[in-house]
């Protein structure tokens, strides 16, 4: 019984170090500007479908949308376990919010074809919306499972599946093919060390074309003898377009997204003057009405 599974994973900029570039005029981040890491909770997401992948013998599909260079978090995924990556990328896709975001994957998802599971990270830690996962499920038709801890039981007609509430969790059975968005209750594996000597040589069809320019050596026949090579050893990163994919221009990037992102920055708390409280009932309640009255509270 074979089983497909989709990641979808996220290149995120480092939230941690925000510089003062960090938006373009157009209220579009500056993403160059940004060191780019692989966004926290979709390591968990992929963590899960390592897992299930080797439970059940699943191929691991993994799909990122993002510029060029998003490639560098499929090939830490392939270094980690996934099986194939798939880089949706064209500038047309650029400035998207969750609703371009996630009709751009829902096309990518129906291109990679028949699958059983797509799992996504709960959250992205620069939008921070948690959005996408639940409209892509809403996009796709499928049912969906939010917050995710672990899988107790895949098979072709459902998946049992623990998910966080507050306070507990619980059990949740649901018809696949299904989404599940995924939490950091697991431990992400390191990368592979016979992965990354395999996959350091992943690359999509810009990056080969690229190579060869770089290297003066633009043979056209030589370029379509080694993707041919490449995809046979299955270091091959499917690079799709907006119309490889059949998306809709008017729905996609900029043009596609009702919300606009005017402006972020960085809110540093700073201690600013204090104030001795007395340790008393009074001390307390002027406390307490005090921030009542500055909206602190309530
Ligand atoms: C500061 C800021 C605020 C924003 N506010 C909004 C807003 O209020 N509304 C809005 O619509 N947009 C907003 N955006 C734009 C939004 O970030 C993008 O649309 C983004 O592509 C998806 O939203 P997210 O980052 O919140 O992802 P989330 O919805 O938090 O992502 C959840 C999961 O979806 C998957 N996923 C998300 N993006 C991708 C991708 N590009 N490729 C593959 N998988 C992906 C990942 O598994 C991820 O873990 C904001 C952007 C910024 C930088």
Sequence with gaps: MSYTIIVFVKQVPDTQNITGDAMKPDGTVNRAALPAIFN????????LGIQLKERYNAKLVVGTMGPPNASEVLRESLYRGADEAVLLTDRAFAGADTLATSYALSCCANKIGKFDLILCGRQAIDGDTAQVGPQLAEKLGLPQISYVEEVEELT???????????????????????????????????ANAKNIMKFKKA??????????????????????VEEAALKEKGLWIQELTA???????????????????????????????????DPTEVGVNSLIHELIEDHTLG
């Design 156 to 190: 072709k007609k459902k998946v049992r599946a623990k998910r966080a509430i507050e306070g507990g969790y619980e059990i949740v059975d649901c018809p696949v093919p299904a989404l599940m968005t995924v939490v950091a209750a697991n431990v992400p594996r390191p």
């Design 243 to 277: 119309e490889d994919v059949g998306a809709d221009i008017e729905r996609i990037g900029l043009k596609g997204s009702p919300t606009k992102v005017k402006k972020i920055q960085s809110v540093v708390l700073t201690g600013a003057d204090f104030k001795n409280i």
């Design 203 to 224: 690359m999509t069809r810009s990056e080969l074309h690229k190579a060869h320019s770089d290297a003066d050596y633009t043979d056209a026949e030589a370029l379509v």
């Design 40 to 47: 926290p909770e979709d390591l968990n997401a992929l963590e």
